[in-house]
């Protein structure tokens, strides 16, 4: 990568439908997104425009709220940000990762039930077919969910760790990190780097991913806007 090229990580959601996830993408112009039962994720190119905007607007539709994630620069007159939270993305240096024997596949029957855990520990958006973005573990006791991580954004070489959470009842069994380890294993075994986001002010989430062997590559920001409900009139 020379000096000045974009890395795939810069703008993981595009890298991602435009490679390994492009059986996912909308597409409106240069805008795309995954289905909104998949994931909120959607990617602008790297130096949107006005026609990118609009593009934007018509594909979620007026008055809707569209994530601008990893998003450093303006929104046009009449959007309104909504969320804003600044984030880090950290990435595989020097992982030892691990199969977990106690950890089993989840799939589309256990929806309901992943549903549920994400709803009480919300790690984060999970939507009903955010399971098919790749593979999800969780591990069982007394035959209920208590714990899960997954797989989300596929930049080409790279797979998003994402859905980690824990029951609290079981919170501090070391549970997360087996999971982590495990799902980041299947991503070695492909040939390919784990990487994830979380908050910067998850402080103790980062410390934890640190000591695993993850490091911080760069900061960003978790940002949400308002399409307007009126649009300029294009002009011909």
């Known amino acids: ?21 492009a059986h996912f993408a909308e597409k409106r112009g240069r805008v795309l997104r995954y289905p909104v039962d998949v994931s909120p994720w959607l990617a602008l190119p790297d130096e949107p425009d006005a026609g ?14 569209v994530p601008l994630t990893a998003y450093a620069g303006q929104v046009p007159q009449g959007w309104e940000i ?7 993305q950290l990435v595989d240096d020097g992982l030892t990762t691990a199969p977990d024997a106690e950890a089993v596949r989840l799939g589309p029957a256990d929806v309901p039930e992943i549903l549920d855990l994400i709803e009480r520990t919300r790690p984060g958006p999970f939507l009903p077919r ?7 573990l969780g591990i069982r006791r007394g035959g209920a969910l208590v714990a899960m991580a997954g797989e989300r954004l596929h930049p080409p070489g790279w797979t998003e760790i ?13 549970l997360a990190t087996r999971l982590i380890l495990a799902v980041a294993h299947g991503i070695r075994e492909r040939g390919e780097t784990p990487f994830l986001h979380t908050g910067a002010k998850n402080t103790g989430a980062i410390r934890l991913y640190e000591s695993l062997g993850f490091r911080l590559r760069r900061t960003t920001a978790f940002l949400a806007a308002r399409v307007p ?7 011909s």
């Open 1 to 21: 990568m020379t000096a000045g090229t974009p890395h795939v990580l810069d703008n993981p959601a595009l890298a991602s439908l435009t490679g390994p996830h």
């Open 130 to 136: 955010t399971i098919e973005m790749g593979t999800y």
């Open 162 to 174: 994402s859905a980690v959470c824990t029951e609290a009842a079981v919170r501090g069994q070391g």
């Open 82 to 88: 909504t969320f804003h939270v600044e984030g880090v």
């Open 52 to 65: 990118d905007w609009a593009d934007l607007a018509a594909l979620a539709g007026p008055g809707t709220e």
């Open 229 to 235: 409900e009126r649009l300029p009139e294009a002009v």
